[in-house]
C-alpha cells in the first residue's frame, strides 16, 4: 500500500502543478493500494477550490468512488493521537492533516509515504525512532 499526503496528491491530479510529472507518474507506476486518510479530503477539495479546479475535485471523487483510492478512516482517538503528535512537533508547526497521515503510515504498517512536503515528514518520527521513506524522492 502507498499512503498518499495531499501535497502529492493534488500535483498528481493538476497538471499545472509543478511537481505533476513526477507526483502522477508515482501514482501511475504503483501497483500498491492507493490510501487516502479521510483528512486529505477536506484539504485536497480546499486547495483545488482555491485553484478554481472544482472539475478536478469531482474527477478525483469519481476515481475514488470507480474504487482508485481506498480510504483510511481516523478516530477519535486517532485524532488524539494526531493533537499529540501537533503538540510534539509544534516548533515544526506540524497541521493536523500531516500528522493524520503520518499517523495512518504508522497504524497501518506502512514505511512510506507519498509527499512532496520533505521538511515536515522527514523530521516525524515513530515512537521506536523509525523515520518514513519520502517517494517520490
Not at 36 to 50: F, I, N, Q
Amino acid at each position: 500500500m502507498l499512503v498518499l499526503d495531499t501535497s502529492v496528491l493534488l500535483a498528481a491530479i493538476d497538471r499545472e502543478d509543478p511537481e505533476h510529472g513526477p507526483s502522477a507518474e508515482l501514482l501511475a507506476s504503483t501497483s500498491e493500494t492507493l490510501v487516502v486518510p479521510v483528512p486529505v479530503l477536506t484539504e485536497l477539495d480546499h486547495l483545488l477550490g482555491r485553484r478554481d479546479k472544482a472539475d478536478l475535485w469531482m474527477a478525483f471523487v469519481d476515481d475514488m468512488v470507480a474504487g482508485a483510492y481506498a480510504l483510511h478512516a481516523i478516530e477519535a482517538d486517532g485524532v488524539a493521537a494526531a493533537a499529540r503528535l501537533q503538540a510534539n512537533y509544534h516548533d515544526l508547526g506540524i497541521g493536523f492533516v500531516d500528522a493524520a497521515v503520518f499517523l495512518t503510515c504508522v497504524e497501518l504498517g506502512e514505511t512510506k509515504v507519498a509527499t512532496l512536503d520533505h521538511r515536515h515528514f522527514s523530521a516525524l518520527r515513530s515512537e521506536d525512532g523509525r523515520a518514513l521513506e519520502l517517494v517520490p524522492a
